[in-house]
């Protein structure tokens, strides 16, 4: 029963916490894509993997 | 000069990101977690009812990433109809848009018959349904029936309670659940014994997780509806996906807080307890949340009840018009029998569609047993979420050089692949709970293909705007004076440009001449062309009477709400004045001026010239009432101007009441450079009275134009004050032109310090 606990905690802990991630990053994509308008997808994965 | 004689339609764009983030979560705060919790319980244990919560929001979170990105990319209206179009072709799309119409529609019936259950509960709770004699499920029915033809009736008019006014609803609605969840954070907190409900965590295994899950899953469907409001989302390419985002996350946080509060709030051994806490809540099913609730908060009952009603009519509200407009899009593009998109001549709305919705709804909520209603819901959500995951991917496959993308996903092309897989375990997985699901969604589908293929697919027309995107456009900043003439009917048009012509010409200004044709709900924005058109010939004439004279543009834009659609085009335009007719009236007593031109003066960020029967005709003696401010400033600089074209007399007078001190001389002697009048044009005119604008009225019949400043109180200070210039533009009987200046509305702090 208590193993019942500690894996729900955790997946709780993790599910939230992947989340938070997601949120977070997408906004700061969104941020970087503004900063360079009128894109496409290429290009603009381009400049995210190199950091531009 | 140059001229444009161009005539150009726009879509209002309103909504701002915390309006669409609202419409998502009011779409998603209806019925899943007050009908979810009460069955999670029962079926995967305590520990199972939050985990349920907690791992649909990480499905959704990737479901909402592919929306996002598609969203960003073709920010249009349409949603998952229109994504697959241009992902997939036409047969893909008629298959989601039936989907999505009926998903919307079922999911509808869900709020219906929420809202029944609970209000059912309540008045059973108060003694007040025995007296009937009817059974609870066949009351339950009734109330769900007559809530649905209700909202048909509204939508069949047109009214929503979209935008504003919903957004703070649903604001409200979160609070509440966010505020359970605080509390029973804080009640473990005082008595951590109650951790003891989640003992045993899951009793019947974790293979029921899947069931609860799929069942609950309807509680996460909102952004379908954020999608929908592509051509009406301020800077869409980057708050569509935000809004999606915020939206699950704020949902997947709150459920998993309610639900750990709904499990803690029943103490073991407490009164009427006789089983383990979990137990007691899962016997109760559909209302175990409400049971739960009831024993955690003062006035539980009460509160949640009046929760619910508000979280589902909104909800249902919204599914209806969602349902509808799928419906609709289907018949405009002649997909079903183009009747079907018929509007209504006098609601304008689609009411032929509405009906179809209305029927469907009816169906679902008369025949099938509230478990398989979410259940079929659920899985047509699920199956329109699987055809968006699959979309996303080939879109950016195909077309990544092609688009222009706000938001691309992280992790992909892994998101929307666990996703895909995530969602058909969940769909399979429904039959445990309702094996109807499972025959009901296959079923129409099967029956959309069989449409598709003996009827749409030869029938259907191209539309032109299957990639085409409605962008924001901002004028450039440098350019000189702008002015904006929001003309609303022909006899309208030519008084106000009797006036703008005068103000024009002194300012030198480029004119906007604009014309706003509010669109009901359940119609797109940009279908509203072809069905809106009466204003065309306002615009055609202001624009012949003023094209040779100044550099003109003429806009016709569609907008939910006329109002903010002014307010936005404004600010979209970069204009410095914004001239508008009052008809001199308001019914509304929370806006002395009237419903569009309170909102409009309270938000506009330029000057603004109202006009109340303000024609042709030359005048000879006009009055200024001053009482100092930025607003007597700009109409005596109005005044100037109309008395420098028809050799008028002004007369500044200032009525003082004994409380407040003020040199009208001074104004203007400061002004005179400024006004260009010759000193015997104007006349300053001090009188003393208890009642200003009675004397303001009765020195208004001497004159044959009065120029007023308008109140620099903010509008809620108005509804409960009396504000002298709002008294004497209502009751004026002379022309009349209030001003007021674009230096924003002062705060009573900012006055004070």
New interface residues.
């Given amino acids: 029963m208590d193993n019942d606990i500690f894996w729900g905690v955790l997946i709780i802990f993790f599910g939230l916490s992947f989340l938070f991630y997601i949120t977070l990053r997408s906004r700061k994509i969104i941020k970087q894509i503004e900063l360079k308008r009128s894109r496409t997808a290429r290009e603009l994965l381009e400049d995210l993997k190199n950091g531009v | 000069m140059a001229s444009d004689h161009r005539i150009s339609s726009e879509l209002s764009r309103e909504l701002t990101l915390f309006q669409i983030t609202m419409m998502g979560l009011g779409m998603m705060i209806g019925a899943g977690v007050f009908l979810g919790i009460g069955n999670a319980v029962f079926i995967a244990g305590p520990?199972g009812v939050?985990?349920t919560f907690?791992?649909n929001?990480?499905i959704a979170?990737?479901t909402a990433?592919s929306y996002?990105e598609l969203a960003?990319?073709i920010p249009h209206t349409g949603g998952a109809y229109n994504y697959t179009r241009i992902g997939f072709g036409r047969g893909t799309s008629f298959l989601a848009g039936w989907m999505e119409w009926f998903a919307s529609s079922v999911a509808g019936s869900l709020y219906a018959v929420t809202f029944a259950i609970y209000i059912i509960r309540y008045l059973d709770i108060l003694g007040l349904i025995s007296w009937t004699g009817l059974s609870t499920p066949v009351l339950e029915k009734s109330v769900a029936v007559l809530i649905a033809l209700l909202f048909v009736y509204i939508n069949y008019r047109g009214a929503s309670e979209t935008g504003k006014v919903g957004a703070f609803f649903t604001f409200g609605q979160t609070l509440f659940l966010v505020v359970i969840g605080i509390v029973g954070v804080l009640v473990v907190i005082k008595d951590p014994s109650r951790l003891q409900n989640?003992?045993?965590?899951?009793p019947n295994g974790?293979s029921k997780l899947l069931v609860t899950m799929g069942f609950t899953y309807v509680a996460f469907e909102g952004f379908e509806v954020i999608a929908q409001t592509g051509d009406e989302a301020i800077k869409p390419r980057?708050n569509l996906?935000?809004a999606m985002?915020?939206s699950?996350?704020i949902v997947?946080?709150t459920y998993?807080l309610v639900s750990f509060a709904a499990i803690i709030a029943v103490k073991a051994g407490s009164e009427g307890v006789d089983k383990l806490p979990w137990q007691w809540i899962g016997q109760f099913h559909e209302r175990g949340f409400g049971e739960a609730i009831s024993r955690l908060i003062p006035m539980g009952n009460l509160l949640l009840t009046l929760a619910i009603i508000f979280a589902s009519t909104s909800a249902l509200n919204a599914t209806i018009y969602s349902a509808t407009r799928a419906l609709y899009a289907l018949g405009r593009d002649r997909m079903v029998p183009n009747k079907i998109a018929s509007i209504s001549p006098k609601r304008k709305t689609p009411w032929i569609s509405l009906i179809f919705t209305g029927f469907l709804v009816l169906s679902v909520v008369i025949f099938l047993p509230v478990i398989d209603v979410a259940s079929s819901a659920s899985m047509m959500f699920i199956l329109l979420f699987f055809l968006v995951n699959l979309c996303v991917i080939r879109v950016?496959r195909n077309m990544?050089?092609?688009?222009?993308?706000?938001?691309?996903?992280?992790l992909f092309p892994y998101l929307p692949i666990i996703a895909i897989v995530c969602q058909s375990i969940l769909a399979v997985w429904l039959h445990h709970m309702s094996v109807i699901a499972w025959i009901v969604a296959p079923t129409w589908i099967a029956a959309g293909i069989l449409i598709y293929y003996f009827y749409s697919r030869n029938r259907t027309v191209a539309t032109e705007s299957e990639i085409q995107v409605i962008e924001e456009e901002h004028a450039p900043a440098s350019e000189g004076f702008r002015a904006m003439v929001a003309v609303a009917n022909p006899t309208n048009a030519l008084r106000l440009i009797s006036l703008t012509r005068t103000l024009c010409l002194a300012k030198q200004a480029q004119i906007e001449l604009l014309h706003m044709v509010q669109v009901p709900d359940q119609m797109p924005l940009s279908d509203a062309e072809e069905h809106l058109l009466e204003g065309k010939e306002a615009i055609t004439e202001a624009m012949l009477y003023l094209n040779p004279r100044f550099p003109i543009g003429t806009t016709i834009r569609f907008c939910r709400n006329v109002a903010r659609g002014i307010v936005e085009a404004v600010r979209e335009k970069r204009s410095n004045l914004l001239i508008l007719g009052w008809h001199g009236r308001s019914r509304n007593k929370v806006f002395p001026l009237g419903s569009t031109i309170n909102p409009i003066m309270e938000r506009v960020p330029c000057d603004v010239v109202i006009l109340k029967e303000v024609d042709h005709g030359e005048y000879k003696n006009i009055l200024v009432p001053v009482a100092g401010g930025p607003n007597s400033r700009l109409a005596l600089e109005v005044a100037a101007i109309i008395a420098r074209g028809s050799n008028a007399k002004i007369t500044v007078l200032h009525v003082s009441d004994g409380k407040k001190v003020f040199d009208p001389e001074g104004l203007v002697e400061g002004l005179r450079p400024q006004l260009e009048l010759s000193p015997h044009t104007i006349r300053i005119q001090q009188e003393k009275s208890h009642s200003v604008s009675q004397k303001i009225l009765s020195e208004s019949q001497h004159h044959d134009l009065v120029v007023l400043g308008a109140t620099r109180q903010p509008l809620f200070y108005t509804v409960t004050h009396a504000s002298i210039p709002n008294t004497v533009a209502r009751a004026c009987q002379k022309p009349l032109i209030l001003v007021k200046s674009a230096a924003r509305v002062e705060s009573w702090i900012k006055r004070w310090i």
């Fill in positions: 520990g939050v985990l907690v791992l929001g990480v979170i990737m990433c996002a960003s990319a989640f003992k045993p965590f899951m974790w980057q996906p935000k985002l915020y699950v996350f997947t946080l998993a950016r990544g050089d092609e688009l222009n993308y706000g938001f691309l996903m992280p």
